[in-house]
């Protein structure tokens, strides 16, 4: 029956994906990915052979069209991103509501993402938190911290090296020097580090120790 699956795939140990998710890659006529070369090296790592076409957010919007029409004639599709989830801060929303609209049938199958593992190990209340993906760069991101600064549940951002410790000055500006916060760096890779403590402890912390990789940053909420 043709169908739009999303994939999820690993976030860094080749070993964290689903014995499913491999049968579905394996079982479908055509994988999205953003980034084929990527996205190559795990399906010949799991020796799967499926075509393999582009998908990113730059021809997303040019392409969902043709892919629907695709999956219509008959096509089972899959959707990949280079990591994680598809349209968790990837590529993938735009498909999925497309498809929907058009009647054909959309399974995401659970598995890797990046804000689980960080959030569970934090040590931050988990049972209710808010994913707040990439903070806007310029335009906004004062008023989304403002935004922030009632929030009650544990807060979830991803980060790029770069902006890590201006970022945490920011946040302690916004929501005070006592609130606790924890990074969580190259999850599920060699050299996976999970720092927690108080905005300015992490801030001193990563100004002595610029970090490299990727970043998740949990935020304790605002106490009641
Ligand atoms: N779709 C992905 C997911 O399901 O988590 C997220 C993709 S987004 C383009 C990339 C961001 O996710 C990185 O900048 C970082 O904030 C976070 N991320 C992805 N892999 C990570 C890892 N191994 N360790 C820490 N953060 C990671």
Redesign the pocket.
């Known amino acids: 029956m043709s169908k739009l699956f999303l994939v999820?795939t690993p976030?860094?140990n080749l070993g964290d994906i689903t014995y499913r998710a491999v049968e579905v890659l394996n079982s479908v006529d055509l994988i999205l990915a953003e980034d084929t070369r990527q996205s190559g090296k795990l399906l010949s790592h799991y020796n799967i052979k499926s075509p393999l076409q582009s998908h990113h957010m730059f021809n997303e919007h040019r392409s969902v069209e043709t892919i629907c029409t695709r999956i219509l004639s008959g096509l089972k599709v899959a959707l990949i991103?280079d990591?994680?989830?598809?349209g968790?801060?990837?590529p993938g929303f735009l498909l999925v509501r497309t498809c929907l609209e058009k009647g054909i049938s959309v399974e995401t199958l659970p598995g890797?993402?990046?804000?689980i593992p960080?959030l569970v190990n934090s040590g931050l209340p988990c049972e209710r938190f808010c994913f707040e993906g990439f903070l806007p760069p310029k335009k906004g991101r004062n008023k989304r911290l403002t935004r922030l600064e009632e929030e009650t549940r544990t807060m979830i951002f991803?980060?790029?090296p770069y902006r890590l410790v201006k970022t945490l000055d920011e946040m302690t500006g916004h929501f005070g020097s006592e609130r606790e916060v924890s990074v969580?760096?190259?999850?599920?890779?060699v050299f996976e580090e999970n720092i927690r403590g108080t905005l300015p402890y992490l801030s001193d912390y990563y100004k002595n120790k610029p970090p490299k990789g990727?970043?998740?940053i949990v935020v304790a909420g605002k106490k009641d």
Do not use: C, F, N
């Open positions: 999820p976030i860094g991103s990591a994680g989830t598809p968790i801060s990837d890797p993402v990046a804000l960080a991803y980060e790029s969580s760096r190259e999850l599920t890779k990727e970043i998740v």
